[in-house]
């Protein structure tokens, strides 16, 4: 009897779960859906129903917006190339330099490496933003506004990934391992590329994506460094979407966010169950 | 002997961590110190790069700062923008934490659910304030649509309403960040102990107590970790507001951070004013971390930590 009402109590809970989570699923994908649709139809029949389904014309309709790009100097293919070099550049150098880093903080044992320490896991604290009035005067100085690569090679030092990749490294890394490999008489710049490396290779995996993601998508330095048009990123040019000329061009607005967007949602498609598992291991690691 | 070895090894030290350290001098502790030096100055202009000092009145820039009425604006604003997105964020994190942590109850299709709860965070941000913008379109937008097939008469025009457009940032904050809390913590029971669950589990101890009396105490420094990065992500928001805002509202959204690119960047290159905000705000910052990590703080430990400290006098008073 008892045992009866407990059963129905969990399976009223149970569905009352099932429901604010398909409800939230819902919300995560409802505004894609609808941006994806709007770019199918044309600015007067989004103007007459904002929601609906799919156009009786998709295809027209969508060469249709694509032609007021034409008109109006839209180019995501610059920002995608642009986005593409920083984020590819930058994420490589971080990665690379970040792991080598914090080999050094784990396998040596050298004088400074305790103010070093300090110095990270202080400096991690600190928002990249509050440095940019100094940052941009000190390229501005040496003429270097407008280059990727003040975009670029600043990723060298990342205190929050060296943390993390030592967090790492702190779980996995035996140092008899790298003697050994001493023994074989491996030079200590081969030990790290060709054992440590790949003995890594889940967190830098997941850092991956990480840093990708957040250079892909930021908006603030690039807004202020770049301001030649063929050197924008895909968020400028997004955020150029906004403009008044865009104003009555809603069937437009919606496919240029949607190009915007497609790209990664199909990245995400293929990695989200490393992403979503490679947060968990970088959380483990916070 | 391995003392030795040690010692011809700690080169390598140095050598891997140069281009780490070079880096950083340059590009993060450099520009640190110029911004607080250009906060002393009296910068500005396009294209201008001399400093000159200020000497009579030395604070002048962020005596100007704190007084500015756009400059309150705008922290009330970044303030109240953070904690309406975070309170919800960080509850149905923990509620969705607790819903697929669960051991007794396995929630099917929990997958899928992480995975779509997620997506918004990986979208440019930028993208997701206009398409926002669009969607609350007024007077033709999906959501005047829907209010007014619910009944509403006339559409609403949410993006010119200064609250609105305070409740919708805060809302898309919410909506792209719940999830990663949620991943985030998630991650941190997974990392627990399983024999604690069972423990708790052998004593009786019902769903919510195993959650808010095992679970909550055992996530602490992964909560910290995820209120830090948060409140930081939080206080330098910029590119939601930025692009979201039309601009028949101009100061609904300002946040500090925009306050900041405006003053050195829109017009009139106030490069000392903005620099002095930027300090400002780092300090401000700064406190709310430490008192964050205060009140977070492991009690028990602090205490143990205070007993050995008094012991250790004790046995050194005793010497």
Redesign the interface.
Known sequence: MNETKLHKE?VV??VI??IV?VF??F???A??L??FI?ATRSTSE??Q???SLISEHPFINLAKNWKVFTTKDFHPEVGFKNSFIISTCSTLLTLY??A??A???K???????KV?NG?IMG?M??????????????V??VGMTNKLSMLI??A??N?MM?YFMKQYLEGSLSLSIVESARIDGAS?FRT?NQIVLPLMKPAIATQAIFAY?GS??N??MP??LLTDKSKQT???V??L??GDIYRTE?GS??LG?SI??LP??VV?IFL??Y??EG??????K? | MNNKKLVSYSKYGYIFAIPFVIAFLIFTLYPIVYTFIIGFTDLKGAGNTELHFLTNDIFKNFVDVLTAKSFHTAITNTVRIWIVNFIPQLGFALLFTAWFTDRRTKLKGQGIFKILFYLPNIITAATIGILFNALFGYPKGPINDIIQFFGASEPYPFITKQSWVRGIIAFIQFWMWYGYTMVNLIAGVIGINPEIFEAAELDGASKSQTFFLVTIPCIRPIMVYVLITSLIGGLNMFDIPQVFISTDCNNAGLTTNMYIRNQAFAGSYIYCRAAAASVIMFIIILILCLLLLYFMRDKDEAKLAKIRRQERKAAAARV
Not at chain 1, 107 to 113: I, P, V
Not at chain 1, 128 to 138: A, E, L, N, V, W
Not at chain 1, 279 to 284: C, D, I, N, R, S
Request: charged share 10%; hydrophobic share 55%; proline share 5%.
């Open positions: 969990s809970f149970k779960e099932y989570c939230f699923s919300l995560s994908i505004p894609f609808v941006m709007n989004i103007q129903h904002a929601i330099f970040s080598l880093t080999y050094s903080i396998a040596y044992e050298w004088k400074l490496k070093l110095l400096i604290m600190v928002p990249g933003t509050i440095t940019m009035i100094g940052f941009y005067q000190m501005y100085k090679i600043p060298i030092a205190p060296v200590e790290f993601v892909w998508n908006l603030f807004l202020i895909l968020p400028i997004v955020s979407l906004r809603f607005i919606y966010l915007t967007v990664l949602i995400y989200s169950k992403i979503v947060v968990a291991l970088g959380g483990t916070g």
